[in-house]
């Protein structure tokens, strides 16, 4: 029997972990990014934190809970994986943790952890298995080694639309001609409205921008991942330091150049010998939010061959969820892991 040709339209967090765990299968896959390098876009602009001690809805909490474990055992598979597991520190927020998988911090404790705060609250809750990656670096590596595996990657190449036979995929029109396929898995960030319009699909995705502020520093100043109600912020380097932002909207006094310079500011006075930190870069990154905040991922039951996978906490969740969905695809069969997450609950 032949393999089926699977055509994974973006080459992001999700794409490159699709392709990863469906190329190391044996599976015919063909990454097509319309970028000339993986991880442009969305994926580059993400302060990725892998967090999981946040509230979320009981239907999509086993997903959070089995995040961390999947990142562990990709990191044994891949030991070239860079996972920054130093622990996320958060006080003075008004968005529900699970306390319970916190540790309480004292301020003496806190000086000991982070000795390069200005100010320290007299209180904080630690999360220890919490961490971070390099969101290129994750990327590049997933999709290089899909590539060992035998995986194909058309960069700098533009999908323009998905033709179809009835109700049946047959291939993709790119701006470098038409590739057929059996299934198509868009992982395309919010291009999957335009992409799935024309089939007359809705899928209840938009725009969600947020802020990254990159700055240059001459040592390390930030040893955890620090969240509170003046700032996020965490070290990727040991002389880059980024801060998250949330977007407000394009006017001079709230746009993105004005919020990052902000944040810019908040840190160099939050941080002992912050003035020795220099602003490099500000960019908005619009990340896919589906309509109740949770990923959407499944085979459409109109379109035979269209796999979507959409989801806001990429950089969290990508890894397991693509797992599972490399197991629907080869298996034809349903995972129930992912029951929650298909588009027809909206």
Excluded at 40 to 56: G, M, R, Y
Excluded at 153 to 178: C, P, Y
Aim: charged share 20%; with cysteine.
């Amino acid at each position: 029997m032949n393999k089926p040709k699977i055509v994974i339209i973006g080459a992001g967090i999700v794409g490159a972990s699709m392709a990863y765990h469906l190329a190391k299968r044996n599976q015919d896959v063909i990454v097509i990014e319309q970028h000339s390098a993986a991880a442009q876009e969305v994926t580059e602009k993400s302060f990725a934190w892998i967090h999981t001690t946040h509230e979320v809805a009981p239907p999509y909490q086993h997903l959070y809970d089995l995040a961390l474990e999947e990142y562990h055992t990709l990191q044994q598979e891949l030991p070239e994986l860079n996972i920054h597991w130093n622990g996320a520190l958060t006080w003075d927020i008004s968005s529900p943790v699970k306390q319970h998988r916190f540790q309480k911090l004292n301020r003496t404790q806190l000086m000991e952890l982070e000795p390069n705060l200005e100010e320290y609250p007299d209180e904080a809750f630690f999360a220890s298995e919490e961490g971070a990656v390099n969101p290129i670096e994750i990327t590049k590596l997933l999709l290089g080694k899909a590539q060992e595996y035998g995986a194909k990657v058309l960069l700098s190449t533009r999908v323009t639309g998905l033709e179809k036979d009835a109700s049946q995929l047959i291939g993709v029109h790119t701006s470098n001609g038409f590739v057929e396929s059996d299934i198509v898995v868009l992982a395309a960030g919010t291009s999957i409205l335009e992409l799935c319009s024309p089939l007359e699909i809705h899928v209840p995705v938009t725009s969600s921008p947020s802020i990254l502020i990159q700055m240059k520093t001459s040592h390390k100043y930030i040893h955890t991942l620090i969240s509170n109600a003046k700032f996020e912020a965490r070290q990727l380097t040991d002389h880059i330091l980024l801060a998250a932002e949330d977007y407000i909207d394009d006017s001079l006094e709230n746009g993105p150049e004005a919020v990052g310079k902000r944040a810019f500011d908040t840190l160099r006075h939050s941080l002992k010998d912050g003035d020795q930190i220099e602003l490099e870069s500000i960019k908005v990154g619009l990340r896919p939010m589906p309509e109740d905040g949770y990923p959407i991922v499944g085979f459409d039951n109109r379109i035979k061959g269209l796999y979507l996978a959409s989801m806001h906490a990429a950089i969290t969740l990508a890894p397991l969820i693509a797992r599972l969905a490399a197991n629907e695809i080869i298996n034809q069969q349903s995972e129930s892991k992912l029951a929650p997450c298909r588009l027809s609950r909206f």
